[in-house]
């Protein structure tokens, strides 16, 4: 929660002093958007693909109350215990309550960004309880203290050098910055944290509805291990990740991995249909779903209800330019890039994240990969319009458009603007150009030269040329 | 046939070097011209920003100064963007206003767009250079036009075209967003720029005046010997008469 404090733009200026994080994202964005387009491409008709998987996300929408209801009754009718919480308050009580019951002390994790959401970790531990997170990635940052950077690869802006040093730190002992020797750390360290936990949490990729069954999609098998090992499993899910049937998480799950990571199938498909039942050699005792609105029920009745077809899987975010730049942290929530851009204010209030909408150059990158077909650039322009006409920007730039408005509406004092701006401009630069702006100018003056403008505009030209028609 | 230039603020006040290839070239393929002086901007900047009604102002302005066009002819994908895909969708409660925006839309054409799909042309001109090419995102994703300006700089004699590394990536002008969030914006342009001087070429020609004031000042700032070029003017200095 402390970046969150921080404004955008001195996030931003944090992301620009870390070269290691510029260096690391690329690469890693790369290796992910490049794995997509390779992936989408042996599915031929993704066009097809795409255009089938925002229909199952838009019906599902729809109907979603109903399709909620029969996934509580399935998953209760399987021996499972479903809660309803209507923020994060009511969902962390309820994790908090499941834990004093069984007097739990140790739990492990896995797979959760609706839980970083909820700022679950916090209050465990606030309550005497030892948090681990179990997917590399999210090991990793939680032993640096941060926050993910990232939806699907939370230390991407890590390098080996780095998480050597982390994981020497933890150790007590030095590790080399191979590979092999820090997953084999991560593994053992972790093999024990299985084993101890008293409750193993874990967020939802899916739920099927028709089965009442919780869908984990991993590639590392520590979603397995935190929902199998202790005795007692906590899934916590937005309640927007529900699917009809089988035949839908198909679908979706086909476009999950390939958009996410390219591959056609992640290493771990995990599907729990309740505790363990008589006769069975492991599982859980106890498996409780925490169905988490906080905020979607009033998305989903807004102009920006698409938004809740995400699916998490990050293409977005690994096409976006501007993530390139800036990393995951500079978006200041737990959702980053052009998602982050768009739910963060819905999710975490308009004024408070009111730079987001604006920290995109609009080149719709998002839009064109984005597998559920959710308008993100036109949904960033939308926030916009609702900042402008709730009167949360600058009251300056409220002038400077209107006037901006009386001169296009207006083409007599726009051709004299243009003319005394070409008339004026030699005053101001030198060798063709300006180099320090005064004003609003500054702001483009500060990284770039500025031509001066003609001194006779396209206006003038045809006019001396051709004479006025029109 | 005719066509009406719609020659977007920046081309007006900054290029018009651009406007008038644009014209010659159009001419020379025995396009008569003509130029409705009542025109503006297109309103872009405001509408980006949020500021919609503004930007409808802006727009009516530019629906009833081209209403009496055959064709609209625009040297930048994102203001002809702008008309094709915005305008409808801005007065989309407005059933009369909407009715207009959406013969406006109908009949606006980015230049090479033009070129290619209304006029069928066959390039006539000659160009010694290597150079290489950036996509706007607007015109590249919006406008869905890809593939129209290389196929008319492949028909210039002399020009060598190199591909582009991450062609289709941003270079982080945006409109006001280059103000607004400078430092991003110039990061991108750095981006954008290392990939352009992988080519070693000497031009990077683009279809977007925003795109090119931002890169071209980008490259003025460092000092860099790499020309911006709009393709309308390669094919205007190269044209064979």
């Known amino acids: 929660m402390t970046a969150r404090r921080k404004e955008f733009h001195q996030r931003v200026e944090e992301a620009f002093a870390n070269p290691q994080m510029r260096k690391s994202v690329p690469i890693t964005q790369d290796n992910l958007r490049f794995g997509r387009i390779r992936a989408m491409e042996e599915l031929k008709n993704g066009e097809a693909w795409r255009e089938i998987a925002s229909q199952i996300r838009n019906h599902t929408l729809d109907h979603l109350q109903e399709y909620v209801n029969e996934l509580i009754t399935n998953f209760e009718k399987n021996g499972g215990k479903a809660h309803f919480a209507k923020n994060g308050e009511e969902a962390v009580q309820t994790v908090l309550s499941i834990a004093r019951k069984h007097q739990a002390k140790r739990v492990v994790k896995s797979k959760s960004m609706v839980t970083e959401e909820i700022h679950l970790n916090h209050a465990l531990e606030e309550d005497g309880i030892n948090v681990v997170e179990t997917d590399l990635g999210e090991f990793i940052i939680q032993l640096a203290g941060e926050t993910p950077s990232h939806i699907l690869a939370p230390a991407i802006h890590k390098s080996r050098q780095e998480v050597a040093e982390l994981f020497s730190k933890e150790a007590g002992r030095p590790l080399t910055d191979r590979t092999e020797d820090l997953t084999r750390y991560a593994r053992e360290r972790l093999r024990q944290e299985f084993l101890d936990a008293d409750l193993g949490i874990t967020g939802c990729n899916f739920a099927v509805a028709e089965s009442g069954s919780i869908i984990l999609i991993s590639n590392e098998g520590n979603a397995r291990m935190t929902s199998s090992l202790p005795k007692v499993h906590i899934v916590v899910m937005g309640m927007e990740r529900v699917v009809p049937t089988w035949a839908e998480l198909d679908v979706l799950v086909t476009m999950l991995t390939r958009n996410a990571t390219g591959q056609k199938l992640s290493v771990y498909m995990t599907a729990i249909s309740g505790p363990r039942r008589a006769g069975d050699l492991d599982g859980p005792e106890e498996v409780h779903l925490i169905i988490l609105d906080n905020g979607r029920s009033d998305i989903l009745e807004s102009k920006y209800r698409e938004v809740l077809k995400c699916i998490r899987c990050s293409a977005c975010v690994n096409v976006c330019p501007v993530y390139r730049e800036i990393g995951g942290h500079a978006y200041g929530g737990v959702y980053s890039g052009p998602i982050g851009a768009v739910l963060t204010p819905l999710l975490d209030g308009m004024e408070k994240n009111k730079e987001l909408p604006f920290a995109s150059s609009l080149c719709g990158a998002c839009t064109e990969v984005c597998p559920v077909k959710i308008p993100l650039h036109h949904y960033l322009i939308e926030e916009r319009k609702d900042l402008v006409e709730k009167g949360f920007l600058p009251k300056q730039e409220r002038v400077t458009f209107q006037a901006f408005a009386f001169l296009t509406s207006h083409p007599l004092f726009y051709r004299s603007a243009v003319r005394g701006a070409g008339r004026l401009s030699p005053m101001f630069g030198r060798d063709g150009v300006l180099k320090k702006g005064p004003g609003m100018l500054a702001g483009w003056t500060d990284g770039r030269d500025l031509p001066l403008p003609a001194k006779e505009s396209f206006h003038d030209w045809w006019r001396r040329q051709r004479g006025e028609k029109r | ?241």
């Open chain 2, 1 to 241: 046939m005719k066509a009406s230039l719609f020659i977007t603020c920046l081309a007006d006040l900054f290029y018009p070097q651009v406007g008038k290839s644009v014209v010659e070239v159009l001419e020379h393929y025995g396009v008569e011209v003509d130029f409705p002086m009542g025109q503006t901007c297109c309103g872009q900047p405001a509408y980006n920003s949020g500021y919609h009604e503004e930007a409808k102002k802006a727009a009516e302005q530019m629906i009833r100064v081209f209403e009496g066009s055959t064709y609209v002819v625009s040297p930048s994908g994102s203001c002809a963007a702008m008309f094709r895909e915005i305008y409808p969708q801005l007065f989309r409660e407005d059933e009369e206003w909407r009715e207009r925006a959406e013969k406006l839309a109908q009949k606006t054409y980015e230049f090479s767009e033009f070129l290619v799909k209304v006029l069928g042309v066959k390039v006539e001109a000659a160009f010694p250079a290597t150079a290489t090419y950036h996509h706007s995102c607007h015109m590249n994703r919006f406008l869905g036009v890809k593939e129209e300006p290389i196929t008319l700089l492949n028909q210039v004699e002399g020009l060598t075209l190199k591909d582009l590394p991450y062609s289709h990536d941003c270079c982080g002008f945006g409109g006001t967003f280059s103000v607004k969030m400078k430092e991003i914006s110039t990061a991108m342009a750095d981006t954008k720029l290392s990939h352009v001087e992988e080519t070693d070429t000497e031009i990077l020609i683009g279809s977007d005046l925003g795109c090119l004031m931002h890169l071209g000042g980008r490259l003025h700032r460092q000092g860099k010997e790499i020309k911006t070029m709009h393709v309308a003017e390669v094919l205007a200095k190269g044209l064979k008469k």
